[in-house]
């Protein structure tokens, strides 16, 4: 009997040879060389093309470079390998939701949920799915499994908070508001839901306050406009004024804030109040400990119910 010949390694690929080529993949991806990356997996995939990890790398390699339809096929081979691979399903459902199929990416995660039912983002994310397509209450369901699993989730109380919103439960949503800061006091999305549930209430110190505290976080030209409505109801022209300025300084071509910006400078002719700064909206209500001594009472009462 003749020795083996090296042609055999066309039935039976070189382990060493394929491990090579999916280290190379990824780091080649971590390093954002999607190009490289997704020239490595192909190789592994010739080597092998019923090789799951390789199509799950030339997954993410093709998310990154905006092809929804291959990275889509990608992740359905890998899943077609290995159906229970919960990053497969996860970069499926992504890639579903950049293609716009909302429904095929509530049934993805539907997929994993049954085989990973404590998965805390696949709720989370399936909530936010429901809520796009406008089934607020199943988004509130899905939350509320997060929340029993997890009752200190910033981001399920947030989010739920939201969907009560749209079922028409103003105080639903604003206790969930109060909890996602109470678990989440950076929470810049909690904040701004904040900001325009008060402001819709008619407690515009409140609003101007979250306003304040969420643009600490991060900037944004609709949540400065927000402060300077609030101040312009308050008859704070001069603070409503900065607000609008700052707002058209980051989009020029906000209407909202452009015609606030006019009713500002009319109001300063007239009037012009400034009440301090309010750090109790929200935290504090009336009867708790030291809010009868605030030396601020008075003002705060102007401008909170």
């Not at 090579?20 to 997704?38: I, N, P, Q, S, T």
């Amino acid at each position: 009997m003749n020795a083996p010949s090296d042609s055999g390694d066309r039935f039976l690929p070189s382990v060493d040879r394929l491990e090579v080529e999916m280290k190379a993949g990824r780091r080649a991806l971590e390093a954002g060389e999607f190009d490289e990356a997704l020239r490595r997996f192909t190789a592994a995939l010739r080597l092998k093309p019923e090789y799951d990890a390789a199509w799950l790398g030339r997954g993410h390699v093709l998310r990154n470079l905006a092809d929804t339809d291959g990275a889509i096929d990608a992740y359905a081979r890998a899943l077609k390998v290995r159906p229970e691979s919960e990053e497969a399903w996860m970069g499926l459902a992504a890639a579903l939701r950049g293609a716009g199929r909302v429904k095929e990416e509530v049934a993805a995660y539907d997929a994993l949920l049954k085989v990973r039912p404590d998965l805390l983002e696949a709720w989370i994310n399936r909530g936010a799915a429901l809520h796009e397509l406008r089934d607020f209450r199943g988004a509130v369901a899905c939350y509320d499994r997060v929340l029993g699993m997890r009752p200190e989730h910033a981001t399920a109380w947030n989010n739920r908070g939201a969907a009560l919103l749209r079922l028409g439960d103003e105080d639903g949503a604003e206790r969930c508001f109060a909890e996602a800061l109470h678990f989440g006091p950076d929470s810049y999305d909690a904040m701004v839901n904040r900001v325009f549930l008060v402001q819709r209430k008619g407690r515009p110190g409140e609003a101007a306050l979250w306003a304040g505290r969420a643009l600490r976080v991060r900037e944004s030209a609709p949540l400065w406009a927000a402060k300077g409505l609030a101040h312009l109801v308050l008859l704070e022209s001069t603070l409503a004024i900065q607000a609008f300025d700052r707002a058209l300084d980051l989009d020029r071509d906000l209407k909202e804030a452009r015609a606030g910006l006019r009713k500002a400078k009319a109001l300063r002719q007239r009037t012009d109040f400034y009440r301090g700064v309010y750090e109790c909206f929200g935290t504090h209500l009336a009867g708790d400990p030291g809010c009868a001594e605030c030396e601020i009472l008075a003002k705060c009462r102007e401008v909170s119910p």
